[in-house]
T-cell receptor
Framework: GAVVSQHPSWVICKSGTSVKIECRSLDFQATTMFWYRQFPKQSLMLMATSNEGSKATYEQGVEKDKFLINHASLTLSTLTVTSAHPEDSSFYIC???????????FGNGTRLTVT | LAKTTQPISMDSYEGQEVNITCSHNNIATNDYITWYQQFPSQGPRFIIQGYKTKVTNEVASLFIPADRKSSTLSLPRVSLSDTAVYYCLVGLNNAGNMLTFGGGTRLMVKP
């Protein structure tokens, strides 16, 4: 069964609004979670590393003020896309390792469409 | 982080064995090799992971030569449902160092 749960699976919003995406680790604690973005027919691109109790680490070119990440507990990380624009429309995926020396497990992704 | 190179696409037929090779010439001593499968509009799913020689599980085998500069994912007797994109990742096997996805291989299984 799924070990990482993502919600919602899809969302449609209007330009200028904000959208929050949740990523939960099920039955395990994740001090670190990762957020990816995937455009159609392309590979996954790492956006940021979410660290429980501290600030997220963003990849080059990713605006931290636009993509707000909060990792307030050991089982939940949230990504908020602020002031969304149509170009933010994409597939957002989170992941977490089960533990040390463990592969990453991914959520099922969130399809964001900004109109 | 070691860069990976895979064929962009492959075609196969049901019941055949499929081998997808990934090149990772600058793999580091501590790096593990991990393969993921992704269906459209879903997150990647872990298939198999290895460090050297051969690893086998219920769905696939992973062959890694002695120099570890490449690896081959072997899918026995594929079915239509194995049509997906397969990604090879190389990196440290601890909290999230396998971060970078290459282009992946789009496998099409035909009837």
């Amino acid at each position: 069964g799924a070990v990482v749960s993502q919600h919602p699976s899809w969302v449609i919003c209007k330009s200028g609004t904000s959208v929050k995406i949740e990523c939960r680790s099920l039955d395990f604690q994740a001090t670190t979670m990762f957020w990816y973005r995937q455009f159609p027919k392309q590979s996954l691109m790492l956006m940021a590393t979410s660290n429980e109790g501290s600030k997220a680490t963003y990849e080059q070119g990713v605006e931290k003020d636009k993509f707000l990440i909060n990792h307030a507990s050991l089982t939940l990380s949230t990504l908020t896309v602020t002031s969304a624009h149509p170009e933010d429309s994409s597939f957002y995926i989170c992941s977490a390792p089960l533990g040390l020396n463990s592969p990453l497990h991914f959520g099922n992704g969130t399809r964001l469409t900004v109109t | 982080l070691a860069k990976t190179t895979q064929p962009i696409s492959m075609d196969s037929y049901e019941g055949q064995e499929v081998n997808i090779t990934c090149s990772h010439n600058n793999i580091a001593t501590n790096d593990y090799i991990t393969w993921y499968q992704q269906f459209p509009s879903q997150g990647p799913r872990f298939i198999i992971q290895g460090y050297k020689t051969k690893v086998t599980n219920e769905v696939a085998s992973l062959f890694i030569p002695a120099d570890r500069k490449s690896s081959t994912l072997s899918l026995p007797r594929v079915s239509l449902s194995d049509t997906a994109v397969y990604y090879c990742l190389v990196g440290l096997n601890n909290a999230g160092n396998m971060l970078t996805f290459g282009g992946g291989t789009r496998l099409m299984v035909k009837p």
